[in-house]
T-cell receptor, first 112, second 112 residues
């Protein structure tokens, strides 16, 4: 069974540009989570989808971040416009139900 | 909201020795405590977890203990091997929210 996949693995962009990260959860997992780890700090929750609906988006830092999950399958996280403080590793996780979450390899975003 | 403290931030042990990583949490509603191992270039991998109705759980060389009264839980790795070298994260969750609250991580180095 394939695990959670994320694309791209790395992205380097200039401040002010737009970046879109993609996550493909484990097949059949209705729950999809986005997390972020900024340099040296803890992994922080961003938001949680149940199928195509946003269950909890309390961790989203501001309105420059937009997450979607069309059709309840893969999800995208768009950052527009990117700022320096957005640099970090973005993780996606999926689960069939609470509590066990399986993480993807992450996307390392660098904003110059 | 929930806060998870993790200590130590770095830990160096000799191969064959034991390693212990400790975490404390603040929210008494938390009832699920997973531990993740992150190797270089990979995403966090679940290695063991425990629910609040259990005091201890073992899986071969790793074990987790939970003290609900004191609100702390610990990861114990016995007979450490060089391949145990990684960053370990503790986390806490409650069924009402679903998202994980992580500690800042412990970088474990096992010297041959």
């Amino acid at each position: 069974e394939a695990g959670v996949t994320q694309f791209p693995s790395h992205s380097v962009i200039e401040k002010g540009q737009t970046v879109t990260l993609r996550c493909d959860p484990i097949s059949g997992h209705d729950n999809l989570y986005w997390y972020r780890r900024v340099m040296g700090k803890e992994i922080k929750f961003l938001l949680h989808f149940v199928k195509e609906s946003k269950q909890d988006e309390s961790g989203m830092p501001n309105n420059r971040f937009l997450a979607e999950r069309t059709g309840g399958t893969y999800s995208t996280l768009k950052v527009q416009p990117a700022e320096l403080e957005d640099s970090g590793v973005y993780f996606c996780a999926s689960s069939q139900g609470w509590p066990t979450q399986y993480f993807g390899p992450g996307t390392r975003l660098t904003v110059l | 909201g929930e806060n998870v403290e993790q200590h130590p931030s770095t830990l160096s042990v000799q191969e064959g020795d034991s390693a212990v990583i400790k975490c404390t949490y603040s929210d008494s509603a938390s009832n699920y405590f997973p531990w993740y191992k992150q190797e270089l270039g990979k995403g966090p991998q679940l290695i063991i977890d425990i629910r609040s109705n259990v005091g201890e759980k073992k899986d071969q060389r790793i074990a987790v203990t939970l003290n609900k009264t004191a609100k702390h839980f610990s990861l114990h790795i016995t007979e450490t091997q060089p391949e145990d070298s990684a960053v370990y994260f503790c986390a806490a969750s409650s069924g009402s929210q679903g998202n994980l609250i992580f500690g800042k991580g412990t970088k474990l180095s096992v010297k041959p």
